[in-house]
């Protein structure tokens, strides 16, 4: 009867111990890694641009931490958003902004459109964002083998509103020819960068800039590895 009790007893402080650890480890793992939570607008630009390009970085390494996306995250968002960063991206199905960046429910505010243009709704929708919303980082976010870039370049006769889009990526296409190296990643990059310049002129988001309440930013996808590069 003693050897029973003791080894039940063992058993017992065994168990106890090994979920106090399980549980110790688990806390300290969050508490290393210094992420906003709902609060998200408590930050600087610099320290929202450096949220999107280390969550780029797990997702390309399969380190994904599915973080913000179940269902306790769902009802504190559905109260109401403040999002750390915005991403001016292309409606390409191959770069969905929260996947590549590793993030979940209420953590980006996202705007896409094909050739991930700065139209005059794309603009005032990232106006809102920081203004309103409150987000520190603005991307523009191209990627490898745009095919409105690729379009615009060869001079695609297309139908509908199609060529709008064309119309708007034309400058840049223009301003990349010539340069040495690959011409549609020099008219992509070249096309983030004329969008980034057109966000900036807003002044609404200029004023943000200006207080030091906002960055923006370009960045190129590549489709064959899920790196986000810095463009500048």
Known sequence: MINKHLSRRNLLQLGTGA??????VRF???????????AQNNITPDAALQFLIDGNNRFINNKHRYKNQGSIRLKEVAKGQEPFASIL????SRVPAEIIFDQG???????????NIATP?????????????GA?????????????????????????????LLEAIKPAVEKSQGQPGDRLENACKANILLQVEKLKASPVLAELIATNKLKIVGGYYDLDTGKVSLVS
């Open 121 to 133: 709704e794309e603009i005032g929708s990232l106006e809102f964002g920081s203004l309103v919303l």
């Open 89 to 92: 991206g292309c409606a390409d």
């Open 105 to 115: 429910l209420g953590d980006l505010f996202v705007c896409r459109v094909a050739g």
């Open 136 to 164: 520190k980082v603005i991307m523009v976010l191209g990627h490898e083998r745009c095919g409105a870039v690729d379009a615009t370049i060869k001079g695609a006769q297309v139908p509908g509103q199609i060529g709008s």
């Open 28 to 38: 300290a793992s969050y508490l290393a890694i210094p992420e906003p939570a709902l």
């Open 19 to 24: 979920i106090t650890v399980g549980v110790a």
